[in-house]
């Protein structure tokens, strides 16, 4: 598997230097998950980020009031998830996600993100510049979905 051409071409490593890239993908590892399988669940401690190399993933949401599980989104090959539990030592996972089809995912825990910067200052602050912008983009969106959400239910009033 070309992890290299992964990290390239996910839209969280897209404006990491050449060089970075080849490192950071030292500390990459591959994981296998047949269909319909369930990668983790809402509530479960998590120390890794994933970016998918192939297949689909969905994102499950439990709705606390009906207790109800919510389908959010569908995730395909270059999506990426779990980057708040790099940043975030004992975090929760926000959500479950499950396999629609086969599906290979490549990962980073904390501790392999940890080496490289211990190893490499200069990719760390790279790499954080570009979780940084992910997750401001990511409450970027939920902020707009919210402010929609909130515009409709008040017209329901």
Same mark, same amino acid.
Request: include cysteine.
């Given at each position: 598997?070309?992890?290299?051409?992964?990290?390239r071409?996910?839209?969280?490593?897209?404006?990491?230097?050449?060089?970075?890239?080849?490192?950071?993908?030292?500390?990459?590892?591959?994981?296998k998950?047949?269909?319909?399988?369930?990668?983790?669940?809402?509530?479960?401690?998590?120390?890794?980020?994933?970016?998918?190399?192939?297949?689909?993933?969905?994102?499950?949401?439990?709705d606390?009031?009906?207790? !109800?599980?919510? %389908?959010?989104?569908? @995730?395909?090959s270059? =999506?990426?998830? *779990?980057?708040?539990? $790099?940043?975030n030592?004992?975090?929760?996972?926000?959500?479950?996600? !499950?396999?629609? %089809?086969?599906?290979? @995912?490549?990962?980073? =825990?904390?501790? *392999?993100?940890?080496? $490289?910067?211990?190893?490499?200052?200069?990719?760390s602050?790279?790499?954080?510049?570009?979780?940084?912008?992910? @997750?401001?983009?990511?409450?970027?969106m939920?902020?707009?979905? $919210?402010?929609?959400?909130?515009?409709?239910?008040?017209?329901?009033?």
């Open positions: 598997m070309d992890q290299k051409g992964i990290l071409n996910s839209q969280l490593f897209k404006n990491i230097k050449k060089e970075i890239i080849d490192e950071l993908s030292l500390f990459f590892h591959e994981k998950y047949p269909a319909k399988d369930t990668i983790f669940f809402e509530g479960d401690i998590g120390d890794e980020l994933f970016i998918i190399a192939y297949g689909t993933v969905k994102v499950i949401k439990n606390p009031q009906s207790g !109800e599980e919510k %389908e959010l989104a569908m @995730l395909a270059g =999506s990426y998830f *779990g980057e708040m539990a $790099l940043i030592p004992d975090h929760k996972r926000t959500a479950t996600l !499950e396999t629609v %089809e086969a599906t290979t @995912l490549i990962g980073l =825990s904390q501790e *392999g993100l940890k080496k $490289l910067c211990d190893h490499n200052p200069e990719a602050i790279e790499i954080y510049k570009s979780l940084a912008t992910a @997750l401001a983009q990511r409450l970027s939920t902020n707009d979905s $919210l402010a929609h959400y909130k515009t409709l239910l008040s017209h329901d009033e």
